[in-house]
């Protein structure tokens, strides 16, 4: 007697019966051993089943309950702004990486009488690197566009009602996102390390001193002391290069998941 367990859907039996070419042969058997050892299609089954009762409990969209069709078409165009401002960040982040093999985040003295390392990096990139300035100038760029695609983004939800029940939740997740946006383009703002960095960082430490009772203690935080120094540096490089990224990934994807499940809310 056998003690292999019987399979019950006799997959290989299927498959003979099959005119398969060997490309499918190879990923039907791939995804036949994949499924025994990891139950893959039994959890494919559970995410269906609860996307599906998910939405059950979701109100129909302005034009499945009204039967609208495409009457509102000339509001499309607002409701490409999410899209839009996801597409400069991603822009945003693969160009950034890329400078990031250029960058050095140091304050010392440089070789030259210009500046610090910082910026004579940025100097290299803009002059010397090949493509660099174009480099650098799409990421400047699609930071920007990021951060007026995200505020209209914002102002399209807010008009339009999009904020209002069930939707709560992704309009909070929106409003941290759009703050988390604003500390991407300021911390970002510092990296060169030049003069508008300089009091703009300034800036920023007289705004931390300024927060009733802990306002020295977040100077310290983020900005290494009362004054610019190495450690302000250092400290916006690691929230713009290392902390931001993921925690802001994480939060769009959770944003286009929620949206997801509940479907886009249409203007009336």
Known sequence: MSLEKKDEYDHKGWMKEKDLSPVETAFLTTLIWLDKRLRIVDYLELMENLYYKVNLQMPKSHTEQYNLDNKFWYWYPLY????FSTLAYVVAAISGALLGFYYSPSAAAGTEAAGTVAYESIAFIMRDL?????????????????????????????????YKEPRELNWLIGIVLISLTMVFGYTGYLLPWDQLAFWAGQIGVEMS???PLAGEWVAQLLFGGFS????????????????????VTTLIAIHIGIVWVQGIAEPH
């Open 228 to 247: 610019l120094s190495q450690a302000t540096l250092q400290r916006m490089y690691i929230i713009h290069v290392f902390l931001l990224p993921f925690v």
């Open 80 to 83: 490409t702004l999410g899209l």
């Open 130 to 162: 090949q493509f660099g300035y174009m480099l650098r100038s799409i990421h400047r760029w699609s930071a920007q566009v990021m951060v007026a695609a995200v505020f209209l983004h914002m102002l399209r939800v807010y008009f339009t009602g999009a």
């Open 209 to 211: 001193l300024s927060i």
